[in-house]
């Protein structure tokens, strides 16, 4: 009964800036760990942020420094700044709440393309 929804992708120059974000149907307190992945066209789907209660925040080594997940309780909304973004980052980003127990949910993805 859990809804993700992404919103915030679209076409961008390189070097350029774009917010996503992921809104959930129930309060975000609710899940253990929400995350942004992404899967470009002949590559596997791989984890680009994510962020634990009482833990912290987790990026892959390709964004590290030019991305930057955060979450607002009060909005249920978990958001992915992307700043200097390249061509490399073009794929369809993907929200994902994993609830405590194990469940994971997954948003239906909204396209990020990089290019002049």
């Known amino acids: 009964q859990v809804q993700l929804v992404e919103s915030g992708g679209g076409l961008v120059q390189p070097g350029g800036s774009l917010r996503l974000s992921c809104a959930s149907s129930?309060?975000?307190?609710?899940?253990?760990?929400m995350g942004w992945y992404r899967q470009a066209p002949e590559k596997q789907r791989e984890m680009v942020a994510s962020?634990?209660?009482?833990?912290?925040?987790n990026y892959a080594d390709s964004v590290k420094g030019r991305f930057t997940i955060s979450r607002d309780n009060a909005k249920n909304t978990v958001y992915l700044q992307m700043d200097s973004l390249k061509p490399e980052d073009t794929a369809v980003y993907y929200c994902?709440?994993?609830?405590?127990?194990?469940?994971?949910?997954w948003g239906q993805g909204t396209q990020v393309t990089v290019s002049s």
């Open positions: 994902n709440a994993d609830q405590y127990g194990g469940t994971r949910f």
């Open positions: 962020i634990t209660s009482g833990v912290g925040t």
């Open positions: 129930r309060s975000i307190a609710r899940f253990y760990t």
